[in-house]
C-alpha cells in the first residue's frame, strides 16, 4: 500500500473537477488542465475530496498509486494558485532581455540566444533575475531546467544560470608556486 497515494486531495472552492473515460479535467481560478489517468488506478471524488484508488496490490500499482495521486495533487494547486520558479544569472555581461514571446540570452557565447518560451509559461525578466509562472508544474520545470542548461553555472567563479535556491558548492582554483 502506497503511503502518499491513500492521502486524499482536498479540492478548494472554485476549483472543479471532472472524471470521465480516464480522462481527469481540473479546472480552477488561473485555468484548466487534463490529464489520461493509468489503467491501474481508479478515482473516487466525493465530499470536496478525491481519492486516488489501486484496482489491484502490487509494487507496480502502488507506484502508479502515488505517483498518480501527486500529479494530481499539483494540478489542483496549479490551477488554484500556480507556480513560480526563478533563475537568478551570475557574470559580468551575462544578461537577459524579454523580447514578445522570448527571451534573448547574452550568456558569453560568441552568439546571443533566443529561447522560445512555450505556451501555458510566462515570464518577467528583471536585471539578473528571469521569473517563470504557469500552472502546469511539469511543463514549467522543464522550461527551467532548459534555461539553466544553455549556460550552467561552474563552481570556480559561479558564473551561469542557477535556480534561485541552488547553492553552487565552490571550489578552490589553482594555487600559484613559489
Same mark, same amino acid.
Request: charged residues 30%; without cysteine.
Given at each position: 500500500?502506497?503511503?502518499?497515494?491513500?492521502?486524499?486531495?482536498?479540492?478548494? &472552492?472554485?476549483?472543479?473537477?471532472?472524471?470521465?473515460?480516464?480522462?481527469?479535467?481540473?479546472?480552477? !481560478?488561473?485555468?484548466?488542465?487534463?490529464?489520461?489517468?493509468?489503467?491501474?488506478? &481508479?478515482?473516487?471524488?466525493?465530499? /470536496?475530496?478525491?481519492?486516488?484508488?489501486?484496482?489491484?496490490?502490487?509494487?507496480?500499482?502502488?507506484?502508479?498509486?502515488?505517483?498518480?495521486?501527486?500529479?494530481?495533487?499539483n494540478?489542483?494547486?496549479?490551477?488554484?494558485?500556480?507556480?513560480?520558479?526563478?533563475?537568478?544569472? /551570475?557574470?559580468?555581461?551575462?544578461?537577459?532581455?524579454?523580447?514578445? /514571446?522570448?527571451?534573448?540570452f547574452?550568456? #558569453?557565447?560568441?552568439?546571443?540566444?533566443?529561447?522560445?518560451?512555450?505556451?501555458?509559461?510566462? !515570464?518577467?525578466?528583471?536585471?539578473?533575475l528571469?521569473?517563470?509562472?504557469?500552472?502546469?508544474?511539469?511543463?514549467?520545470?522543464?522550461?527551467?531546467?532548459?534555461?539553466?542548461?544553455?549556460?550552467?553555472?561552474?563552481p570556480?567563479? #559561479?558564473?551561469?544560470?542557477?535556480?534561485?535556491?541552488?547553492?553552487?558548492?565552490?571550489? !578552490?582554483?589553482?594555487? #600559484?608556486?613559489?
Open positions: 500500500m502506497s503511503r502518499v497515494g491513500k492521502k486524499p486531495i482536498t479540492i478548494p &472552492d472554485k476549483t472543479k473537477v471532472i472524471y470521465t473515460d480516464r480522462s481527469l479535467t481540473v479546472t480552477g !481560478a488561473k485555468g484548466e488542465l487534463q490529464r489520461i489517468i493509468h489503467p491501474s488506478v &481508479d478515482l473516487v471524488i466525493e465530499d /470536496n475530496e478525491l481519492k486516488v484508488v489501486a484496482l489491484k496490490q502490487d509494487r507496480v500499482t502502488d507506484a502508479f498509486q502515488g505517483m498518480t495521486r501527486n500529479l494530481i495533487n494540478m489542483v494547486k496549479g490551477v488554484s494558485e500556480g507556480y513560480e520558479r526563478v533563475l537568478e544569472i /551570475n557574470g559580468i555581461g551575462y544578461r537577459a532581455e524579454l523580447k514578445g /514571446n522570448s527571451i534573448l547574452n550568456l #558569453g557565447y560568441s552568439h546571443s540566444i533566443d529561447f522560445k518560451i512555450p505556451n501555458g509559461v510566462s !515570464a518577467s525578466v528583471d536585471r539578473n528571469v521569473k517563470l509562472s504557469g500552472i502546469d508544474k511539469e511543463l514549467l520545470g522543464r522550461t527551467a531546467a532548459a534555461i539553466r542548461r544553455l549556460r550552467p553555472p561552474e570556480y567563479k #559561479g558564473k551561469g544560470i542557477k535556480f534561485a535556491e541552488e547553492h553552487i558548492q565552490r571550489k !578552490a582554483g589553482k594555487t #600559484g608556486t613559489k
